[in-house]
């Protein structure tokens, strides 16, 4: 029988899974909707059989027809919700943040450590698509050698009027310190966030671009230019660097077209017309990372169903990369680098 989830807030996360599980999803169906809108997790449940909204997201975890959770709320809202889950003893795949600070993040991994199995996996889903699991698979088996050091470009064409200096790290960067993590298998001792002259088409007050600095545990480097205001499109790259050579991937070829350029083909010259040659870059992260988060919530779901119920990044993930953002955040206040502060997995059995 399949998987009967509730998918917590339909915006555009939380719809755009419900529409995967639907169409695309094997051995699962959503039989629940919650939104902080009621009307908005009505109209989209009244489009599916056999699935209904309800109102309090607490009451939807603990619902009867549900057997696992997906969270697409707001972050503020995680912590609770995760509890719940908890308590429930229900699997569950949240979207990043874990939680919206450090000690609750950790708060909810001691909890699950203490339930003695594991229940929640986070939506780091960069590391479910092909190109992230190409290069992590060179990196893990030795094509180059030591892997020294990487660049990262994180481009959003723009991001909602609430988004803050500090979201940019939180919201966005998180990504890189995540895949940082995957592909180093290392945590990172260290963060320096550098704010160049701003985009003047920023709104006011964002210090945007931003370029970080990581250092990791073992002395490898990482920077990356997080931009979200380029105008541009949605644009996610990566290039590592080891002993032995290095690899790049997002380089959004896409369709490439070769046009004739309106401009020169009037110059009367047939011999000497320059044409132009143009790719197609995705919009945002929904097409970017689509087959990414097909496979995510595939292999999340087969998980569940074999009594796994995890496969992919956890609390601890969740964890580690909100004590890089909280140290990015004072970094982005100080200028400084600033020291990571963790505790030790080993501190917590079963974490
Ligand atoms: C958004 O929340 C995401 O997770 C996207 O992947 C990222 O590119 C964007 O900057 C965030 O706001």
Redesign the pocket.
Known sequence: TDLRIAVLGVGMMGADHVARITERTKGATVTVLNDYLPEKAEELAATIPGCRAINDPLDAIADPDVDAVILATPGPTHEKQLLACLEAGKPVMCE?PLTTDVATSLEIVKREAELGRKLIQVGFMRRFDHEYEQLKGLIDDGTFGQPLLAHFV?R?PA?PPN?DSA?IVK??LV?EVDATRFFFDEEITSVQIIAPGSNPNAPEGLKDPQIAIFTTESGRHVDVECF?TTGVA?E?RTELVGELGSAFIGLDQGLIRKQRNPVQSDTGDGRKIAGISTGDITPS?VER?GVAYDVEIQRWVNAVRRGDNVDGPGAWDGYAAAAVCAAGVKALETGQPQTVEMVSRASIPGA
């Open positions: 990043k994180h959003n991001v988004f979201m919201d966005s990504h979200v949605y996610v992260f990372f």
